[in-house]
């Protein structure tokens, strides 16, 4: 059995395998895509895959859509000339249940899979055919943080970015400047309203899009390749709108043992790749069942029934509190001392980590005690019931490979908002003692124990990746497994750092804390398990 359009064609055979295949007239929806596009989105990968396309697949089984999602990337295109393209645009999700049973079915939603390369006069040219197009409501965006960033942390313009300033709309290469050159087709086409949805998981991700998109607009204002009124029509939100979201599902890597399960049950090429650009990826997603999408409601050219679907439809101050509650306090941070911790003591597995009483106690300590008194309520969902199905359900599923590994790439640009907000939040209440946090101060310890490169036995440990880290590890330099730093070592600089951490940890009055956590786990090999033990107990 190949997963591709036959595969509607021979239900009896998928469905003794335990496949539930679309239900819904698959050539149909292409057709009704083509000519009437709703709903593109950028960013092929996963996350979109294994979630946001099979919001629409419902919609299309209930018949409430008639048209499919046109599925673009701006950055790996051997995502849909490998993966896109051989299966017809189809993907094979298994759904993997904390008691070792999975779901599986044939996501079919995805009309078209396209290179969003301006230099592709085929795949571009379908692109601004869709972007022309009046039925067109919605342009959502699964490209990680990092795509939305024009500049680095000096504030300085990537060379991508400067260049397609300079060059204009028709020769744009990075994902903002590709967006905003549909953008100025749509508007001389008849600037057809439209919402720029972010779909990503990063604190306000609307706000992110529309600044990148603003700013590559106003540059090409300046050098005459647009017109001011295409300017106004961008940053007018009854034409343009960029609603916030808050997503939370995890979608690791593909898994081996899923891979042979089903070929197994004969289903065939199912074997992941390693694109050119390092994305691992496969036909099949597999993803836990728990999941969330919070969207502010403002489309000004209407939108799917989403809510149909299982997404919480509301304002802005809600998807806000939502996003705060998860990130600040009821999962994100969980996710990063475990991360940390997971790297040093040699876990390869999240749900491994969770059967460690130690460890077990941290996050219940992060979360129940250190971040509920300043949770933001958002009333939509019970934040103790999020932390609960969190620690209790979704860490420990032990059928989920993700690894401590993954989850610590780019933790320089997560801590602010992970620990930062609550540190900030204690601060900024009378009623609460910032110096009775210890799990907080201890994560952040733990990290800068990690950025030593050297795990809890003494042995050489390989650092995820963080655009900070060249930097971070000069100022950690002299600091020694097996030796006391001394004040010259960097560390009050670090501390007092509040891009870092959101606030400055030496005026907070956590920083001697966090120094004697560390002194504790630099005492030699087996100190970082100690310390953990010595503070969660």
């Not at 529309?210 to 090409?220: L, P, T, Y």
């Not at 620990?419 to 601060?427: C, R, V």
């Given at each position: 059995m190949k997963l591709n359009r036959s595969c509607l064609t021979n239900r009896e055979a998928w469905e003794k395998a335990f496949v539930k295949l679309p239900e819904f007239d698959w050539d149909k929806m292409t057709k009704t895509t083509d000519k009437s596009p709703r709903w593109i989105h950028f960013g092929a990968g996963n996350i979109f895959r294994g979630f946001i396309a099979v919001l629409q697949q419902r919609l299309l089984e209930l018949g409430l859509e008639e048209s499919g999602i046109i599925a673009a990337d701006t950055f790996d295109y051997d995502i849909i000339e490998k993966i896109y393209i051989p299966f017809d645009n189809m993907t094979m999700l298994v759904s993997l249940k904390p008691d070792g049973t999975m779901e599986r079915e044939v996501v079919a939603s995805v009309a078209r899979g396209i290179k969003a390369d301006v230099g592709n006069k085929t795949d571009f040219g379908y692109l601004v055919q869709a972007f022309e197009n009046p039925s067109l409501q919605m342009v959502s965006f699964t490209i990680t943080e990092k795509g939305y960033a024009l500049a680095n942390f000096r504030g300085e313009l990537f060379p991508v970015v400067e260049k397609d300033m300079e060059e204009g709309p028709e020769k744009a290469g990075h994902a903002m400047s590709v967006v905003a050159s549909l953008l100025l087709k749509?508007?001389?086409?008849?600037?057809?309203?439209?919402?720029?949805?972010?779909?990503?998981?990063?604190?306000?991700?609307?706000?992110?899009?529309?600044?990148?998109?603003?700013?590559?607009?106003?540059?090409?204002?300046?050098?005459?390749?647009?017109?001011?009124?295409?300017?106004?029509?961008?940053?007018?939100?009854?034409?343009?709108?960029?609603?916030?979201?808050?997503?939370d599902k995890i979608t690791p890597r593909p898994a081996e043992v899923v891979q042979k399960l089903l070929e197994e049950d004969g289903i065939e090429d199912m074997a992941p790749i390693v694109t050119s650009k390092n994305t691992y990826i496969a036909p099949f997603v597999n993803a836990e069942i728990p999941q969330y999408l919070v969207v502010e409601d403002r489309f000004p050219n209407g939108r799917p029934d989403l809510e149909k679907a299982g997404v919480y439809m509301t304002d802005r101050d809600t998807v806000n509190k939502t996003e705060r509650m998860k990130v600040t306090t009821c999962l994100n941070p969980l996710h990063t001392a475990l991360a940390v911790f997971g790297c040093l003591l040699g876990y390869n597995s999240i749900a491994a980590e969770m059967r460690d009483e130690d460890l077990t106690a941290l996050v219940e300590r992060i979360g129940y005690r250190e971040g509920l008194p300043v949770v933001t309520d958002p009333g939509i969902l019970s934040p103790e019931e999020f932390i609960r199905e969190v620690i209790k359900y979704r860490l420990p599923n032990p059928f989920i490979p993700d690894a401590p590994q993954r989850i610590a790439t780019d933790t320089s640009q997560k801590i602010p908002?992970?620990?930062?907000?609550?540190?900030?939040?204690?601060?900024?209440?009378?009623?609460?003692?910032?110096?009775?946090?210890?799990?907080?101060?201890?994560?952040?310890?733990?990290?800068l124990r990690y950025l030593l490169g050297v795990d809890d036995k003494g042995n050489a440990m390989d650092i995820s990746s963080d655009p900070m880290l060249s930097e971070l590890k000069e100022q950690l330099k002299g600091i020694r497994l097996g030796e006391r730093p001394g004040r010259e070592e960097g560390l009050e600089e670090i501390l007092s750092n509040p891009l870092l951490f959101g606030t400055d940890l030496v005026k907070a009055g956590l920083s001697g804390t966090i120094e004697v956590m560390l002194c504790e786990m630099l005492e030699g090999p087996g100190a970082v398990r100690k310390t953990l033990h010595r503070y969660v107990k």
């Open positions: 749509r508007y001389l086409a008849g600037g057809f309203p439209l919402a720029l949805v972010s779909m990503d998981n990063c604190s306000h991700n609307g706000e992110k899009l529309k600044d990148s998109i603003v700013a590559i607009a106003e540059a090409w204002t300046e050098k005459g390749y647009a017109s001011k009124s295409f300017l106004s029509w961008v940053q007018d939100e009854d034409k343009v709108s960029f609603p916030w979201s808050m997503i908002i992970r620990f930062g907000e609550t540190i900030k939040a204690y601060l900024a209440d009378d009623k609460l003692d910032v110096q009775t946090l210890t799990a907080i101060p201890l994560s952040i310890a733990g990290w």
